[in-house]
């Protein structure tokens, strides 16, 4: 008669997996990807380590005398005018490392590599919750791809880096409050359960509008949000639904209002010299 195994013993899958074992395999297929992009990230940037300050950088961080003190902090937010651009939140992170290592260059350029790593990652769960095939292929490309070097080797590009990590977070919170489970699902099952389906936790609602409004402060080049998130919901339901639009009402105003302080702010107070 076979004996039962003993406790402890080494030929149980969980004993021999370890915390491994108690997982699941998507889970540790995600994280081991999700390593993988870092460290493959911060090899490609190896020689940004070793890069300065350039163009830019100057208006942006090192003669950039509202980074110096908490009245710098409060006009950076509350004074149009008073940085080259009025991304307060990006100006905002350079306050903040500023005070932390003041005008060395490696700790900037690090940031700015880690954000591009964490907006890979986030393309890649974004494309996964999409079921788009190849969609580690793709954040992998999207991580290495050298049109996104300026971005990510220019410290002046910040706003591109860390209004992408918002950009990139709305959009994956927005899929779970507009497609609460129909990623899933087959075409066909979509096509039989779309009349159905509701909205997700209103928590993502909230979440993605809070992930937008982070994005504005950082680039207002991000007001198509509102745009993108349709897009994505019409092509995964097959169909549009107006009920799908009045949630997104708020985001389009916001949006526009923010739009609107951004072009009113660089034709009368200026950023003619840095406008990229």
């Not at 494309?127 to 992998?140: E, H, K, S």
């Not at 997700?200 to 994005?215: I, Q």
């Amino acid at each position: 008669m076979k004996q039962p195994a003993e406790q402890g013993d080494s030929s149980s899958p969980q004993a021999a997996n370890g915390l491994a074992g108690f997982l699941p395999s998507s889970w540790q297929r995600g994280w081991l990807f999700g390593l993988f992009l870092v460290a493959v990230t911060m090899i490609a940037y190896l020689p940004v380590w070793h890069a300065g300050f350039i163009w830019d950088d100057d208006y942006y961080v090192t003669s950039n005398t509202a980074l110096r003190s908490w009245e710098g902090l409060r006009q950076i937010w509350l004074v149009p005018g008073a940085t080259v651009q009025y991304y307060p939140l990006t100006f905002t992170s350079f306050w903040l490392e500023y005070h932390l290592w003041g005008l060395h260059p490696l700790g900037y350029h690090l940031v700015n590599v880690l954000l591009h790593s964490c907006n890979a990652m986030l393309f890649w769960l974004i494309l996964r919750r999409l079921r788009v095939p190849g969609a580690w292929l793709a954040a992998a490309i999207f991580a290495l791809h050298p049109v996104s070097v300026q971005s990510v080797a220019w410290v002046t590009e910040r706003k591109n880096t860390l209004s992408g990590l918002y950009y990139l977070g709305a959009i994956l919170a927005a899929l779970k409050f507009w497609l609460p489970g129909t990623t899933s699902l087959t075409v066909c099952q979509k096509e039989a359960e779309s009349s159905t389906i509701g909205f997700g936790n209103w928590k993502w609602y909230w979440l993605a509008f809070a992930l937008y409004v982070c994005a504005l402060w950082s680039k207002t080049t991000t007001v198509p949000l509102p745009v993108v998130i349709i897009l994505l919901v019409w092509r995964m339901q097959g169909r549009l639904h107006w009920r799908w639009v009045y949630p997104l009402l708020p985001f389009l105003a916001l949006g526009v209002g923010m739009g609107l302080v951004t072009m009113h702010i660089e034709k009368h107070l200026g950023a003619s010299r840095c406008t990229s």
